[in-house]
T-cell receptor, first 113, second 115 residues
């Protein structure tokens, strides 16, 4: 599975959009980009995933660059409850391990009042 | 409500004792997983099971054992052979045939402290 690079931490003002970047320059053509988040002392929560096209659901939007080497998770109107560690995971493809997720250190997003 | 339950939330044990962490799911998911998380670190996979009566080692299986006798249950035993057992343990489940292939649902976790 491809390796990802995320900033260690980010801040965002409440009510503003939070844009969390992720670099995955070694991603292969059939690998997916998944995003999870983990609120302090809780289990991780699935947010969204994508392959090539941009995706949107009730929680967030995922923008994947055309070359697929990076992506951005967008929380359109961040709230204090969105303060969490956000994990970008690239997985799948012919060489990927079935079902195994590899969580790095992620990005600690702090939403400030 | 469907979900994953882990009990207890906090667990304290003396060094040298085996301890079993409970994980139950009523989501009818085929696959279940155990992860370990140390302070300030990401999650590391201990064991996973794709079907009943079958399981595979993850990246850090040494000192741990599991069983999968029922679809709903995947208990993890932390044995005395695990050198650094104090950690936050997370159980997860998934149903790749139904949801996204790598969409896993996590329980609330058990924080184990061994002294």
């Amino acid at each position: 599975d491809a390796k990802t690079t995320q900033p260690t931490s980010m801040d965002c003002a409440e009510g503003r959009a939070a844009n969390l970047p992720c670099n995955h320059s070694t991603i292969s053509g059939n690998e997916y980009v998944y995003w999870y988040r983990q609120i302090h002392s809780q289990g991780p929560q699935y947010i969204i995933h994508g392959l090539k096209n941009n995706e949107t659901n009730e929680m967030a939007s995922l923008i994947i660059t055309e070359d697929r080497k990076s992506s951005t998770l967008i929380l359109p109107h961040a709230t204090l409850r969105d303060t969490a560690v956000y994990y970008c995971i690239v997985i799948g493809g012919s060489g990927g391990s079935n079902y195994k997720l590899t969580f790095g250190k992620g990005t600690l997003l702090t939403v400030n009042p | 409500d469907g979900g994953i339950t882990q009990s207890p939330k906090y667990l304290f044990r003396k060094e040298g004792q085996n301890v079993t962490l409970s994980c139950e799911q009523n989501l009818n998911h085929d696959a279940m997983y155990w992860y370990r998380q140390d302070p300030g670190q990401g999650l590391r996979l201990i064991y996973y099971s794709q079907i009943v009566n079958d399981f595979q080692k993850g990246d850090i299986a040494e000192g741990y054992s599991v069983s999968r006798e029922k679809k709903e249950s995947f208990p993890l035993t932390v044995t005395s052979a695990q050198k650094n057992p104090t950690a936050f343990y997370l159980c997860a489940s998934s149903s790749p045939s139904v949801t996204g292939r790598y969409e896993q649902y996590f329980g609330p976790g058990t924080r184990l402290t061994v002294t």
